[in-house]
T-cell receptor, first 115, second 112 residues
Framework: DAGVIQSPRHEVTEMGQEVTLRCKPISGHDYLFWYRQTMMRGLELLIYFNNNVPIDDSGMPEDRFSAKMPNASFSTLKIQPSEPRDSAVYFC?????????????FGEGSRLTVL | TQLLEQSPQFLSIQEGENLTVYCNSSSVFSSLQWYRQEPGEGPVLLVTVVTGGEVKKLKRLTFQFGDARKDSSLHITAAQPGDTGLYLC????????????FGTGTRLKVLA
């Protein structure tokens, strides 16, 4: 089975530009999470969805960040305008409510560099 | 805000040594997980503990959940170079929520 698929794997952009990160969760999973990882702050939860509905977005840094999940197989995280402090690795993860272990399945991440 | 502090932050040991990594919080968690992350990849689940005082073993790795469900430890016996990686604990809030908060991480390097 395919795992969580994220794109792009790497993105380098200039300050002020719009950035869109994409995620395809594992088929059948009903929860989707967006995390951001930096050396200084570790792995931070930004937002999570259940059945395509945003449940908790309290981790979204500010209004420049937005996330959508138009259907069960696709989600986007958008940063507009981007700033150098947004440089990080962004991970998408999914899980199934039916799985007893509560395991989060992570994608390989999107490494964002904002110059 | 729930916070999970891990210690030590960094650990470099020789192959064959034993080590323990700690994950502590002032909050109670309904369950706690341990993940390992290798460079360029996402974290991968090692174990989930649910009951206070629970002990789980995975080959040379032993995981324990504190009685009060606020802390956990990971013990590795006879570490091998393949154990090298970033170890992360993650706590889930009250039953019914799926907001996983990750710890600060322990970066382990095992030298051959």
């Amino acid at each position: 089975d395919a795992g969580v698929i994220q794109s792009p794997r790497h993105e380098v952009t200039e300050m002020g530009q719009e950035v869109t990160l994409r995620c395809k969760p594992i088929s059948g999973h009903d929860y989707l999470f967006w995390y951001r990882q930096t050396m200084m702050r570790g792995l931070e939860l930004l937002i999570y969805f259940n059945n395509n509905v945003p449940i908790d977005d309290s981790g979204m840094p500010e209004d420049r960040f937005s996330a959508k999940m138009p259907n069960a197989s696709f989600s986007t995280l958008k940063i507009q305008p981007s700033e150098p402090r947004d440089s990080a690795v962004y991970f998408c993860a999914s899980r199934s409510q039916g799985l007893g272990t509560g395991e989060l399945f992570f994608g390989e991440g999107s490494r964002l560099t904002v110059l | 805000t729930q916070l999970l502090e891990q210690s030590p932050q960094f650990l470099s040991i020789q192959e064959g040594e034993n080590l323990t990594v700690y994950c502590n919080s002032s909050s109670v968690f309904s369950s706690l997980q341990w993940y390992r992350q290798e460079p360029g990849e996402g974290p991968v689940l090692l174990v989930t503990v649910v009951t206070g005082g629970e002990v789980k073993k995975l080959k040379r790795l032993t995981f324990q959940f504190g009685d009060a469900r606020k802390d956990s430890s990971l013990h590795i016996t006879a570490a091998q170079p393949g154990d090298t990686g970033l170890y992360l604990c993650a706590g889930a809030g009250p039953s019914g929520t799926y907001k996983y908060i990750f710890g600060t991480g322990t970066r382990l390097k095992v030298l051959a």
